[in-house]
């Protein structure tokens, strides 16, 4: 699930987990949006423009005229005729209309939000909130940790990229949307939830978290896990032991309001230090705001489409490089891997697509869908409507390759388990930097 996106910008046109050693959502956002996604959600839209209205004029409201009638007199015979009349509960038999409706769409990225949810903040972006510190999706029908944040209590407590989600103290999350799995997760902070999951090896494991306030700071000048484990720290190293002092490295673990900011302080003066190459890792980065990722992406290009989006009518709307960057000369190697999702996946395209960079790792997580919150007024309860998380347009890569579903394929393929690193350590920031020395 993603952060919710923010205004956009007109142009021309995190990670493997650190447990490894001991890849909304943002639990309190549906990144897992552009994901955070951490819900996974992918890049949300907050634009104000209502929904395109539907082509046909009175043959379509005729035809919704029909349906609702259709739903009404079913409802109408069940309240007067089913023999268990017990068993029939309004708000449970409406839930179920919705539930059909969204679920016959077969797509995990569109939701419908309870005024409940929406009052607890399932969309709510700040620089910080109480959770465990994960991305989740309920992608392919089971809730599923697409990359725990560094540091998090989720990392520190074990779990994995990939991770399926089975139970949240003792109770089936079969059937559960992401929504609702983040609604249970999170929580305040000093409290304990109890995760029943899955590993990617298949083994199952019953985890209790501590939750705590999980701060924004998104990007990071030490490796995102111990290169050699047990042996090497916070040092970027190489596939020999050697410490590394010819390359440069940074981890951008979502996009948020502040990674612009942090990327500049952080790098300001790399390209004046006559590093071979810079290596941006953005495995189990979830995503975040469309505009902090068409920004940091801007300083490293000086002209060039960003992404394009294409919405429901067809049209296509592009975001475009503007000259100035402070990184648009070094070298760059991009790591990635299945966590690596939405914002994340624009970004490693748009350097590619526009001869920036080289990407090394494996096929990138495939959220490419543009979301927007519509807001519903016209049930006539007092305590709201609750609202729509509607799928309205896909992301583009500059040459034009659908992100939604396929993900972004990389230049140089480097599977890398859990087992191939305690082996053989971070097999594919080796090979990220053999190819920096020309290796």
Same mark, same amino acid.
């Given at each position: ?75 109408? @015979? ?34 419908? @939000? ?65 929504? =609702? ?53 916070? #040092? ?17 673990? &979502? ?25 941006? +890792? ?8 469309? =505009? ?24 296509? &709307? ?19 891997? &299945? ?27 495939? #959220? ?5 919150? &519509? ?5 006539? +309860? ?19 390759? =659908?992100?939604?579903? @396929? ?16 082996? =053989?350590? +971070?097999?594919? @920031? ?10």
């Amino acid at each position: 699930m993603d952060l919710p996106r923010d205004t956009a910008r007109h142009g021309g046109g995190e990670q493997l987990a650190r447990a490894a050693v001991a890849v909304f959502l943002l639990l309190s956002m549906l990144t897992l949006s552009f994901g955070l996604g951490w819900a996974v959600h992918g890049l949300i839209s907050d634009d104000a423009a209502p929904a395109a209205q539907q082509p046909g004029g009175n043959a379509a409201a005729s035809r919704d005229t029909v349906g609702a009638a259709i739903i009404d007199e079913i409802v109408n @015979l069940l309240e007067t005729r089913y023999v268990d009349k017990a068993a029939l509960d309004p708000e449970t038999l409406r839930q179920a209309a919705i539930d059909g409706i969204i679920r016959s769409l077969n797509d995990s990225h569109t939701e419908y @939000l309870t005024p409940a949810e929406l009052q607890a903040g399932a969309l709510n972006l700040s620089s910080s909130y109480d959770g465990i510190g994960a991305t989740v999706s309920d992608r392919g029908g089971a809730i599923t940790i697409v990359a725990p944040f560094r540091d998090s209590p989720a990392e520190k407590a074990g779990i994995r990229p990939g991770d399926i989600i089975l139970e949240v103290d003792g109770v089936s999350t079969e059937g559960w949307t992401q929504t =609702q799995a983040v609604q249970v997760i999170r929580g305040p902070s000093g409290t304990q939830v109890t995760l029943k999951v899955k590993h990617t090896d298949g083994t199952i494991e019953t985890i209790t978290i501590t939750r705590g306030n999980i701060p924004l700071e998104s990007v990071f000048l030490e490796p995102n896990l111990e290169v050699i484990p047990g042996e090497s720290g916070t #040092k970027l190293v190489d596939r020999n032991g050697n410490e590394v002092t010819d390359v440069a490295y940074v981890a951008i673990t &979502q996009f948020h309001d502040r990674t612009l900011d942090e990327l500049r302080t952080k790098l300001k003066d790399v390209e004046s230090k006559g590093y071979k190459g810079l290596i941006v +890792d953005v495995r189990g980065n979830p995503g975040g705001l469309l =505009q902090a990722t068409v920004d940091v992406v801007d300083e490293f290009l000086n002209q060039g489409v960003i992404l394009s989006e294409v919405d429901a009518d067809g049209r296509t &709307q592009s975001w475009s490089a503007r000259r100035g960057g402070i990184l648009t000369n070094i070298p760059v190697v991009i790591l990635q891997d &299945q966590g690596s999702a939405s914002g994340a996946e624009v970004f490693a395209a748009a350097l590619r697509d526009n001869g920036r960079a080289t990407i090394i790792g494996t096929r990138s997580f495939g #959220k490419g869908t543009v979301n927007q919150l &519509q807001e519903l007024k016209s049930c006539g +309860d007092p305590k709201g409507c609750g609202a729509l998380y509607i799928s309205v347009g896909r992301w583009l890569t500059p040459r034009g390759d =659908q992100i939604e579903g @396929l993900g972004v394929k990389p230049d140089i393929e480097v599977p890398m388990t859990y087992d191939d690193y305690v082996a =053989q350590g +971070d097999i594919q @920031l080796f090979r990220a930097i053999d190819l920096l020395r020309g290796n």
